[in-house]
């Protein structure tokens, strides 16, 4: 989706940030040519002085932070031993506290899996005596996020986001603008522990369409709604459900992501009722899921986009079941993207599968739904809705001619009169 430059440069603005020299000049070579690198960008020394310094700082902390766990033999501490307490007691100055803090980013910039756990070991610790008002407890909650996800300690990630959820719940911080931006900034990073997750489908639609988060995502990130939409469909959330109707909600709100042909599919079907769009989006949606980083490349692509074009079918042809007393086979599996003998098998399947009540006409290639005349039909609903709505306007029409004949001056109606008594004020 983007050239080998682009990405290139931005590889380099990052990379600018850490403590990488030899990718950074490897990527700069790619960009300006061998041997362009200016000197500063392959200096590795002033990153280790700095990681040593900062390492002989926080050494009060990190020699009791290596006594605890079971490997930390003679005098070992249990984790819950961790405590502001502690600290106290050995005299740990504070000056190493806030070393420990700086030993851990350090250790993030140089980026390797080794110092990245090391970061996430240091700030776990940190946050467990860093008091909660302090100005550096933020940071240290993403550092940690940060470096949970990228060492693959998604479990873990997905913990952090619950801590970091509750702590902006519980004690606010900043302005409505900033509690907005990090709610959309967990919104994203959420992604990478809920993917990886056996059960990530329910936990997408539960962590991502809770009131907060939700309302997050339709002000400031709108594409988000993409897998909310996915994660719906894969589940064979009805159409009617409240979580499916607080989804298409959604998208009435929603400017940003317009061309996105999961939600689009979403919009065709459900919205629009327009099955011909609906046919254009879902071909276009398969890709789409491979294409996608979370979801084609944190997830098996190939079962991921399988589950989905099963299930976007299923929601497909019980939209038309809903709608329509018969459908064509023939035009069906074309909105499907299926043969016509593929289409006809996989009818028959999804009858008995998702228990709809109908039965297969071959002789005219139908599908034919049998409806209880005792049970309202959508459309024998719609057409009552719409038949009432016509009186309703007539009669509201009626009423507006009669106010503003009533209105003219000189009228000897109550309202004329009303307005004459109260004309002083």
Known sequence: MYGDDELAKARLTILRDLA?????????????????????????S???????SLSEAAKPVTDIIDLVGPDGGEGALAVED???????????PKESLEALYRLALCCFRFGDADSLESAARYLFFFLMVCPKDSPLAPSAHWGKLASEILTGHFDEAFKDCESMTKAHRDSPA????????????????????????????ERVVTECMNDATLDAIVISCPWLLRYVAAALIMRREQPTSPKMRALIRALAHDDAAQDDPILDLVRALLVRFDFADAEAQLARAESVIRSDFFLGGLRD?????????ESARQLVFETHCRLNSSVSITDLGAQLGLSADSAEEWVVGMIRKAHIDARIDIARGLVI????????????????RTADLVA???????NIE???????????SGGGKSRDRHSGR
């Open 174 to 201: 900043g302005s409505k603008a900033m509690q907005l931006q990090e709610t959309s900034w967990l919104a994203h990073w959420r992604l990478f522990a809920l993917m990886r997750h056996d059960g990530w489908l």
């Open 82 to 92: 961790f405590t502001p307490a502690l600290m106290e007691e050995r005299a740990v």
């Open 369 to 384: 739904m049998r409806v209880d005349d005792k049970r309202d039909t959508p459309a024998s609903v719609v057409l009552s």
């Open 20 to 44: 990488r020299p030899d990718e950074t000049v490897r990527v700069y070579e790619s960009l300006h040519g061998p041997g362009s690198a200016p000197d500063e960008l392959s200096d590795a």
């Open 46 to 52: 002033r990153h280790e002085e700095e990681r040593k």
């Open 301 to 309: 692509a190939d079962a991921t986009a399988a589950l989905f074009m």
């Open 402 to 412: 009669q106010a503003a004949r009533g209105s003219k001056p000189g009228h000897k």
């Open 392 to 398: 309703r306007t007539q009669a509201l029409q009626r």
